[in-house]
């Protein structure tokens, strides 16, 4: 296994571990919520169907055949299971969406790829993978709307929502320039998104145990 493998495995496990984190902060709100176990299922549910999909599109990397096709499919599983998890958190208003301005910017940069020289299906492809970038931003909205999430971790999240931001604006480059420096560099801006958030619901979600 390579350097870029083993990194992207790191990352995949990590925002993983993020959504896990938030559904388990869910279940601990499950208790005062109506048909919480239904909505448990649900989301537990889209955490596994999001781990088949990440699956599925590491395995394009490696795949003989051209990956247009497979990079759409893989990429829809994944959108799939992260809509699973993220309605519920619409459906019973978690989700204030104060990140709008993050939310407007990021779907922005999607206007980069429509003259990447790249075949239409990928080009498809890698717009569908950018809107998987809205998932920890989301998520990130549920954690800092939680009255446990102290004032710190709300200003690591707005840090943390911003570099994603970033990141989704710098992946042109790392397209442009795959397995240089250039690009590892770019996917650790998204790793350390990812560790902050991590690290910021898995304090929220410790408060709100002792809490509850």
């Known amino acids: 296994m390579d350097e870029y493998a083993l990194l992207s495995l790191v990352v995949e496990g990590t925002l993983l571990l993020g959504v896990l984190v938030v559904i388990s902060i869910f279940r601990t709100l499950n208790r005062y919520v109506k048909r919480g176990r239904l909505i448990e299922a649900l989301q537990m549910a889209g955490g596994f169907i999001m781990a088949l999909g990440m699956t599925y599109l590491r395995a394009t990397y490696v795949a003989p055949n051209p990956i247009g096709t497979n990079l759409i499919i893989a990429t829809l599983f994944t959108l799939a299971g992260s809509f699973l998890v993220i309605l519920p958190f619409f459906l019973l208003q978690f989700i204030k969406l104060k990140m709008k301005a993050q939310v407007f910017a990021l779907l922005l940069s999607s206007l980069i790829y429509l003259v990447l020289p790249l075949p239409t299906l990928e080009k498809i492809g890698m ?13 990130m909205d549920v954690v800092s709307s939680l009255t446990t ?64």
Not at 132 to 139: A, G, K, R, S, V
Not at 174 to 196: D, E, G, Q, S
């Open 149 to 212: 999430c102290s004032l710190f971790n709300r200003k690591l999240l707005r840090v943390a929502s911003w570099l994603l931001v970033l990141h989704a604006w710098l992946r042109y480059y790392a397209i442009k320039n795959p397995r240089t420096c250039i690009h590892y560099a770019i996917l650790m801006i998204y790793f350390a998104v990812l560790v902050i958030w991590v690290y910021s619901t898995l304090k929220t979600y410790s408060v709100l145990r002792r809490w509850l």
């Open 127 to 139: 717009i569908l993978l950018l809107f998987n970038l809205l998932i920890p931003l989301f998520l």
